[in-house]
Each structure stands twice: as structure tokens, then as C-alpha cells.
């Protein structure tokens, strides 16, 4: 009798410890989300600094309601274009309070359409694109640190064959977040470097082909024939490829941007863009008008020159952090 009371205890210790360890793991893990919901939210106010600062220039007090002719000054300030601003604010009251602003303003994200990132095929190939300087080898550095830290395999394609030096700036970043890259000798054709990384990539099983492209502006003809090429030849060494071609901005650019994107849109499609420097700029209102103007989602944003420096662009946490600088 005795040992079979003692039997029937022991597994209840053994089923109750794990119990607790599995509730402390999951308080930790609930811990860990908010401190990083935080920290991506710090972020956003650290990239959002000079933007900010320009606005508290205007609105030196925080308030509950701010007057219509602050607001609209507040937002031309912040680089928003004037037909945005008389669309986020037509019908608002004469004093205006933070929920209403927000509404407005978030919603001149939404009709930009969503990215379905459930079902990628594989490889997923990503093709970057932008005007000379713009940022877009650091973003290809950026973009492989992040997927690389979430487990995929990625290759680099570099497909800047035009300025001296692209080839080795974009080796010198897959060294340091290591990752294979593919590459040929400057002035070679950059559609073969963009075959021989897809085609290295299926046969490798990767993940992710992120193809880097040189800098070109919108009225080169030459080059952007080129480019019409490279997205040709992708497609003919894996069908469907390249499956994003994302448009890198310069933030400190503003709305001028605008017209670049307009551009290469028409040129060869884009599906999202990514703006840089953010933290280097004033002109951070003029994520409205590029999101609502192109009706393309931004998907990320850069905050600095380090491999870590890019943050998923969240609507939402960008308008707050917006008004956080202006309203009680
Ligand atoms: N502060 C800051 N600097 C950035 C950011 N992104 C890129 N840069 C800097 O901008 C400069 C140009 O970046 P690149 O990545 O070489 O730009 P690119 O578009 O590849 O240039 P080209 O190949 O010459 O057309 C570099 O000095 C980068 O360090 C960013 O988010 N913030
Ligand atoms: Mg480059």
C-alpha cells in the first residue's frame, strides 16, 4: 500500500516542475516581446529625431488639441506635400485632437497594398533598384543581416558591374555579415551576374537572392535599358524572378523622391519601397506623400549606416511617434 502511494505521487512532481518552468518561460517570453515592441518603437523615435525637433519648433509645448492652421504648418514642415496635407486635414475641426489627427494620417497609408510574406517561393529573389548614392548596397547588407539572423540561407548577386569599386563595397559587407556572394569583373554584363546568382540559388537550395543594380537616374536611357534587361534575364533563370523589385529612396531627398519612383515604376514596376537616412533628415512627412502618391507599401526604413540599422516600416508606430512630440 505504502509504495503505491509513493508512486502515485512521484509523477505528479514530475508533471507539476515542468508546469512551472513552462509558465516561467512563457512570462519571459512575453517579457522579451514587450522589451523589443519598445525598443522597435525607440527606434522609430530615434529615426524620427530631426523631424521631430523640426516640429517642436513650431508646437514648443505638447498639448491636448492643436489649432488647424498648426497642424497644416506642422505638416508642410515636416516635408508633406501641400495636396496631401488639404486631404488628411479637409473636414477636420478648428482645434484638432491627437485620435483625429492619427486617424487622418494613418490612413494615408492604406491604400498601398499588403505583401502576402506567407507563401514566398523559393528562392525569393529580390532586386534593388534606385538612383546613384541612394543607399542601396548598405540596404542589400541590411536586408541579408536581417534574413540571415531569422535562419535563411541568402546569396548576394552583385550586379553593380558599372562604378568602379560597387563589386568590392558589396564583397566587403557579405565578409562581415557572411554570406556567399556572386560576382564578375567591373564592365562585365550585370544580367549574367543576376542569372548566375538565381541559378546558384536554386541549385543550392537558398532561401533568399537579394541582386544588387547600379545607380542610375531616370532619364539614362542606356541604363535603364539595362535594367529592363536584368529583370528579362531573371525571369529566364527562374520563372516569376525577380519576385520584388524594391526602389531604395533617400529620405533626405524628401518628395522628390517622388518622381524617381514615378519613374522606375513606369520603367519596370515596383513592388515596395524602402527609404533610407531617416535618420538624417527633417523630411520624415514626406513618408505620406511617397506612400500615398506611389500607392506602393514601404517596408522598411533605414536609421543609420550599421548592418543593424533597418527597421520594418510600421504605419502606425510612425504616426505615433509623430505625435508623441506634439500632443500631451
Ligand atoms: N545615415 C545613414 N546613412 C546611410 C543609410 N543608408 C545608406 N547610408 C549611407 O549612404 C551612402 C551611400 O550608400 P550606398 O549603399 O553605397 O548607396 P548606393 O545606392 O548603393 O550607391 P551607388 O551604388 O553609388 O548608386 C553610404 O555612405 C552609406 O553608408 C541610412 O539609413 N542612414
Ligand atoms: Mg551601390
Not at 509504495?3 to 509523477?11: I, L, N, V
Not at 523559393?122 to 541612394?134: F, M
Not at 539572423?149 to 562581415?176: C, H, N
Not at 508606430?317 to 505625435?323: A, I, K, M, Q, T
Request: charged fraction near 25%; include cysteine.
Amino acid at each position: 500500500m505504502f509504495s503505491f502511494f509513493k508512486k502515485k505521487e512521484q509523477p505528479k512532481e514530475i508533471i507539476e516542475e515542468p508546469k512551472e518552468k513552462l509558465q516561467e518561460t512563457i512570462e519571459e517570453i512575453q517579457e522579451e516581446v514587450i522589451e523589443v515592441k519598445k525598443e522597435e518603437k525607440g527606434f522609430f523615435a530615434r529615426a524620427l529625431e530631426k523631424t521631430i525637433g523640426n516640429l517642436t519648433s513650431i508646437i514648443p509645448k505638447k498639448q491636448e488639441k492643436i489649432s488647424f492652421d498648426d497642424v497644416e504648418e506642422l505638416l508642410i514642415e515636416s516635408d508633406m506635400e501641400y495636396e496631401i496635407v488639404e486631404l488628411a486635414m479637409d473636414g477636420l475641426p478648428e482645434f484638432i485632437t491627437r485620435a483625429q489627427l492619427r486617424h487622418r494620417l494613418i490612413s494615408l497609408f492604406e491604400h498601398a497594398p499588403k505583401l502576402d510574406t506567407a507563401t514566398l517561393p523559393k528562392p525569393y529573389v529580390q532586386l534593388i533598384i534606385g538612383v546613384n548614392g541612394a543607399g542601396k548596397t548598405t540596404t542589400i547588407a541590411k536586408l541579408a543581416n536581417r534574413l540571415k539572423t531569422s535562419g535563411k540561407k541568402v546569396v548576394l548577386g552583385a550586379g553593380d558591374t558599372f562604378r568602379a569599386a560597387a563589386i568590392e563595397q558589396l564583397s566587403i559587407w557579405a565578409d562581415k555579415i557572411e554570406v556567399p556572394i556572386i560576382k564578375t569583373k567591373q564592365g562585365h554584363d550585370p544580367s549574367a551576374v543576376a542569372y548566375d546568382t538565381i541559378h546558384s540559388a536554386v541549385a543550392k537550395g537558398f532561401d533568399n537572392c537579394i541582386i544588387d543594380t547600379a545607380g542610375r537616374l531616370q532619364t539614362q536611357t542606356n541604363l535603364n535599358k539595362e535594367l529592363q534587361k536584368i529583370v528579362k534575364v531573371c525571369n529566364k533563370a527562374l520563372e516569376g524572378a525577380p519576385h520584388q523589385k524594391l526602389m531604395i529612396l533617400d529620405g533626405t531627398q524628401g518628395n522628390s523622391a517622388i518622381a524617381q519612383a514615378k519613374a522606375f515604376n513606369e520603367m519596370v514596376g515596383i513592388d515596395g519601397i524602402i527609404v533610407t537616412k531617416l535618420d538624417g533628415t527633417s523630411k520624415g512627412g514626406a513618408l505620406f506623400s511617397i506612400s500615398n502618391q506611389l500607392e506602393l507599401p514601404i517596408l522598411f526604413i533605414g536609421i543609420g549606416e550599421q548592418k543593424e540599422d533597418l527597421i520594418v516600416f510600421n504605419p502606425d508606430e510612425f504616426v505615433d511617434s509623430l505625435l508623441d512630440g506634439i500632443y500631451l
